[in-house]
């Protein structure tokens, strides 16, 4: 054991030297320390004097509660029914690797930070348990992986002294690591001889070439990625949206580090049930660079003046697509090395052909930061281009809307929802908008209350397949008044309606949300998964500001939107309070502990890089000792509740009653459905828990129903076939439920109590 523990010890230090120069400053010896610790742990079971299966048993748990125990420290996430998030989190920090410079700010990148913590208790374990069964190739090959990825990422003038203490660790580990406890000293002055032969003939200008394995070649971001199209941002169709396992990088900014969204286009029709684009154009011929959009009558007079624009340079990767990427408002364009550029009214520019990887262009935007209390005082009094047909307060089949507040709206509203054909059908969004903002004294206190209504407030839930469209009912409708599930096109085209229905005038816009930001090179990297669809509202005074009733997807600039990590919640209240809605409820999401100011210190913790030792970084994901050893025991005790929880389930199946059988299918589904946040009547019948099914999740379970009902109740003879074909189609529902759930989500599930306090 004493040779395990030196040799482990000394290979996870190795491992934490290389990883711990990629960031500057440097992380804590504590907290490297703390993960060499709970790398070695599991490898000194391994001579313990116990019956093969306990000791497989035992060290299984004790990797699994060491991994779980690391990532938790290194990622923030204490708490082990987080898995699922765990998991997210450690998958994003991995690849942010190949998208920030190195070395990198740790305070600036927290999830790279703890990524790289990660690594050095997973490669230190792979280690140890390759040393503690006497495999020294093993050992070496997972040591080479360990040490030798990170030091190639990050060459320095220190590369031969590592690699010597590399490769004399790899000699080290064949001499010493035998199954013979016999001292080998000729070994000791060959292996010496060859690390100093080594050391001369490396540092030789004509032998010494690049690094023997090219780590770096694993990022398949640095090849050429394949352009990816995102036509389906463009053109609402409401049928769900799959994100490619590999992110592909689209484009890059160069901009400031202050948050915005990338807008390629605006959907201002809704026709058809859908909202598209109706682009006009402001020029017959093409204009020559720079082009200024500053005739445009929805242009405020203060984006007139070219001091208050703010630039951002793009430079194409794999976008193939036509439009032209920039910030919301849009003032003027360079093209650049992008011919044929036609522009359209609300600063949309659209590019005769696709795009072509390495193309560059300029766009100034106007975006204005103003106050809760400044857009209240923003009046409804809407320009002319605002009524007209194609107008931003128009719906279905030209229909235009009064202003908000007028006296003529109420009249408009009783009478388009009650006799025109398309106002019947969407009369349940009408009203569901009434109910939420129809008591607001002004735009700005609606539009935020129906932001804060979807986003938070509402019950609704981010799902990129939601459940399928019902025939006869709009999808808008279905969204906001039934299933209450979607993604950004879901969230967004039903906010702008809701509000054009108002009379505010919105649109959709569609574009990439912000990215991610690398401060050495004051570049935003954006990627395909960044594709999103938001609100754009308009204020006099200020024009077109974004909005993002979509949960959970992007982070807005300005402290007006809820969407917003600087979102000024106490003086949204005030807004909401003066127009006597209930402000409490719908900013209760903003308002909570994990609201305005807990977001807005997450902020200043990602953009600020406080002294290595101030108090905020070493409390957050650097501190060690208890805290460390807290997550182990929890970790061990969430393990072992899971594997009990998974042992139970799978118990109720011993048996060959179909009686039984019956009852187990039940509970399994409907302790999966528990766990999920659904509540299950206790005496449903199969039929009827097929239609909650159908109702609550989308899923057609007909067949496991009637399988099910017969098992448990039909005749005796046909019982046996019908419990065979109810764990069929259990199983069949079972796929159609993973579908329907993210994997973080029903990792979560695996965690919950409340299929195990149900007693069913």
Request: charge should be positive; glycine fraction near 10%; aromatic fraction near 10%.
């Amino acid at each position: 054991m004493a040779r395990t523990l030196v040799f482990s010890a000394g290979l996870g230090a190795l491992i934490a030297w290389n990883w711990g120069r990629l960031e500057e400053p440097r992380p804590s010896v504590g907290a490297l320390a703390l993960m060499v610790t709970l790398g070695v742990a599991p490898a000194l079971l391994l001579p313990l004097r116990l019956r093969f299966g306990a000791k497989v048993a035992l060290l299984f748990a004790a990797e699994a509660a060491s991994v779980i125990a690391a990532a938790a420290f290194a990622l923030h996430v204490h708490r082990p029914y987080h898995l699922g998030r765990l998991v997210d989190r450690a998958g994003s920090g991995f690849v942010d690797f190949y998208d920030v410079l190195v070395p990198f700010n740790g305070a600036a990148h927290p999830l790279m930070h703890g990524v790289l913590l990660l690594a050095v208790c997973v490669f230190t374990l792979l280690c140890a348990l390759a040393v503690a069964a006497r495999r020294p190739l093993t050992a070496i090959l997972a040591l080479a992986a360990g040490a030798g990825w990170p030091a190639t990422i990050l060459p320095g003038s220190d590369d031969l002294g590592r690699g010597a203490f590399l490769l004399a660790a790899a000699l080290a580990l064949v001499a010493w690591l035998r199954p013979e406890n016999r001292r080998a000293p000729p070994q000791i002055l060959a292996g010496t001889a060859l690390v100093v032969l080594a050391l001369i003939v490396s540092s030789s200008g004509s032998v010494a070439k690049g690094q023997f394995i090219g780590w770096q070649n694993w990022d398949l971001y640095t090849k050429p990625g394949k352009r990816v199209g995102v036509e389906y941002v463009w053109r609402s169709d409401y049928n769900g949206v799959r994100f490619p396992k590999k992110r592909t990088r689209v484009f890059t900014v160069r901009a400031s580090e202050r948050s915005v969204y990338w807008r390629a286009t605006t959907l201002d029709a809704f026709t058809n049930d859908l909202w598209d684009e109706d682009l006009i154009s402001v020029s017959s011929s093409v204009l020559p660079n720079p082009v200024v959009l500053t005739d445009d009558p929805l242009v405020p007079a203060a984006a007139r003046n070219p001091t208050r624009w703010t630039e951002a340079d793009v430079t194409i990767d794999a976008l193939r697509d036509a439009h032209l990427v920039g910030p919301s408002q849009p003032i003027s364009y360079d093209s650049r090395s992008v011919e044929n550029v036609q522009y359209e009214q609300g600063g949309v520019a659209l590019a005769f052909a696709p795009l072509a990887r390495g193309d560059e262009y300029s766009v100034w935007a106007y975006t204005p930061r103003p106050t809760p209390a400044e857009l209240a005082k923003s009046a409804p009094d809407y320009p002319i281009a605002t009524f007209v047909d194609r107008g931003a307060l128009t719906v279905s089949h030209g229909v235009v809307v009064p202003a908000f507040g007028s006296p003529e709206h109420k009249a408009w509203a009783d009478e388009y929802f009650r006799s025109d054909p398309d106002g019947q059908r969407y009369r349940p969004l009408y009203n569901a908008a009434e109910r939420t903002a129809g008591k607001a004294q002004n735009p700005y206190a609606a539009a935020v209350a129906l932001e804060a209504w979807l986003r938070s407030s509402g019950g609704f839930t981010y799902d990129e397949q939601p459940p399928t469209k019902v025939r006869g009912i709009p999808a808008l409708v279905q969204f906001v008044s039934q299933s209450k599930r979607g993604y950004c096109q879901h969230f967004a085209g039903a906010m702008a309606l809701m509000l054009r229905y108002l009379g505010i005038p919105a649109r959709v816009a569609a574009g990439f949300t912000s990215g991610n930001y690398d401060s050495r090179r004051g570049t935003w990297t954006v990627y395909d998964r960044n594709a999103h669809t938001w609100v754009e509202v308009w204020f006099k005074g200020y024009g077109w500001l974004p909005f993002d009733p979509t949960p959970g997807r992007g982070t807005l600039g300005g402290s007006y939107t809820s969407s917003s990590v600087s979102f000024d919640a106490k003086g949204a209240k005030a807004v909401l309070a003066a127009s006597a809605l209930e402000a409490q409820k719908l900013l209760g999401f903003e308002l909570s502990r994990r609201g305005q100011e807990g977001r807005a210190r997450s902020e200043k913790r990602g953009a600020s890089t406080p002294d290595r030792g101030s108090p905020g970084r070493t409390n957050r994901g650097r501190g060690t000792g208890a805290g460390g050893l807290v997550a182990l025991g929890v970790a061990m005790l969430a393990l072992l509740f899971v594997l009990a929880k998974l042992a139970l389930r799978r118990s109720r199946f011993f048996t060959n009653d179909p009686r039984l059988l019956a009852s187990a299918c039940r509970r399994e589904l409907v302790d999966f459905l528990l766990d999920q946040g659904i509540d299950v009547p206790r005496n449903l019948a199969p039929r009827e828990l097929g239609r909650l099914l159908r109702r609550r999740v989308g899923i057609d379970a007909s067949d496991f129903a009637e399988a099910l009902g017969l098992a448990r109740f039909g005749p005796e003879a046909s019982a046996p076939a019908a419990a065979r074909e109810a764990r069929r189609e259990l199983r069949s529902v079972r796929r159609g439920l993973r579908r329907t759930f993210p994997i973080g989500r029903r990792a979560r599930g695996l965690f919950s109590f409340r299929s195990v306090l149900a007693g069913r």
